[in-house]
């Protein structure tokens, strides 16, 4: 737990992208699709905006210390994309940051707040 620490909030919202973008692919995986059908489905909920209403979504649920991860990988977002609004980016990040905070940490925790989150159902068609 004390190496855990001494990772960045940058460190972790890199390790958090690839775990929230895994867990998107696992959710559509099935019914098997083309694909094309998959990218477009994965696209369209690890873009910044989709992560930003997910982490809305899912603060009520959050502990203190999961907020405080939060807020530390908000403050940390920089170098974001031209076009994404900053704030938007920011919350994306603070939800990559608890992704990868959790995934260390506490991957019980993490697999219950996955569970939470509302993946779109009409991008399905």
Same mark, same amino acid.
């Given at each position: 737990?004390?190496?855990l ?19 998107v ?11 094309q059908?998959?990218?477009? =489905? ?8 989709a992560q930003? *209403?997910?982490?809305?979504?899912l603060? @009520?649920? $959050?502990?203190?210390t999961?907020?405080?991860i ?11 994309p ?17 992704m990868?905070? =959790? ?10 707040l *996955?569970?939470?989150?509302e993946?779109? @159902?009409? $991008?399905?068609?």
């Amino acid at each position: 737990m004390a190496q855990l620490q001494q990772l960045s909030p940058t460190a972790l919202a890199y390790l958090g992208d690839a775990v929230y973008e895994l867990y998107v692919r696992s959710h559509y995986l099935l019914p098997p699709k083309r694909s094309q059908m998959y990218h477009h =489905l994965v696209v369209a909920q690890v873009r910044a905006e989709a992560q930003a *209403l997910h982490l809305r979504s899912l603060t @009520p649920h $959050l502990s203190n210390t999961e907020l405080e991860i939060v807020r530390r990988g908000r403050n940390a977002a920089t170098n974001r994309p031209k076009r994404v609004d900053p704030e938007i980016y920011q919350q994306a990040t603070g939800l990559e940051t608890l992704m990868g905070y =959790l995934y260390l940490s506490e991957p019980q925790r993490l697999t219950e707040l *996955l569970q939470k989150l509302e993946l779109d @159902p009409n $991008l399905e068609k």
